[in-house]
C-alpha cells in the first residue's frame, strides 16, 4: 500500500519560510518523480514543483521561482519544498505527489496523492 504523508504546514506571515516534507513508502521511492502541487477552495490543484527521480532535474511553477526549492532525499524517501519569501498568494492545501513520469504536470495524471497539509500565509 502506498503512503504519502505530509509535513510541515502552518501558519506564517508574509515573507517567512516553511519547509513542507513528504515521506514515501510502499513503493520504491527511487523510481518515481516527485512534486508537489497546491490547491484553494475553488479552484483547481495546480502544479508547484517537480524533481525527476534521481534529483537531477526540477521543474518550477512561474510563480514560485527564485522562492521555492524542492528536494529530495533517496536514502530516507521523502521528499521537501523549502518555501522562502512567502506571500499570501501561496496560502493553499499543499499535496505531494508521486509519479512515474517527470514530466507529469497535470493533476489528473498523477499516480499517487498524499492528503495534504495546509500553508497560511498572512499579510
Known amino acids: 500500500q502506498v503512503q504519502l504523508v505530509e509535513s510541515g504546514g502552518g501558519l506564517v506571515q508574509a515573507g517567512d519560510s516553511l519547509r513542507l516534507s513528504c515521506a514515501v513508502s510502499g513503493r520504491t521511492f527511487s523510481n518515481y518523480a516527485m512534486g508537489w502541487f497546491r490547491q484553494v477552495p475553488g479552484k483547481e490543484r495546480e502544479i508547484v514543483a517537480f524533481?525527476?527521480?534521481?534529483?537531477?532535474?526540477?521543474y518550477y511553477a512561474d510563480s514560485v521561482k527564485g522562492r521555492f526549492t524542492i528536494s529530495r532525499d533517496n536514502a530516507k524517501n521523502m521528499v521537501f519544498l523549502q518555501m522562502n519569501s512567502l506571500k499570501p498568494e501561496d496560502t493553499a492545501v499543499y499535496y505531494c505527489?508521486?509519479?512515474?513520469?517527470?514530466?507529469?504536470?497535470?493533476?489528473?495524471?498523477?499516480?499517487?496523492w498524499g492528503q495534504g497539509t495546509q500553508v497560511t500565509v498572512s499579510s
Open positions: 524533481v525527476n527521480a534521481q534529483g537531477t532535474d526540477t
Open positions: 505527489a508521486m509519479d512515474n513520469s517527470f514530466l507529469t504536470r497535470t493533476p489528473r495524471a498523477i499516480d499517487y
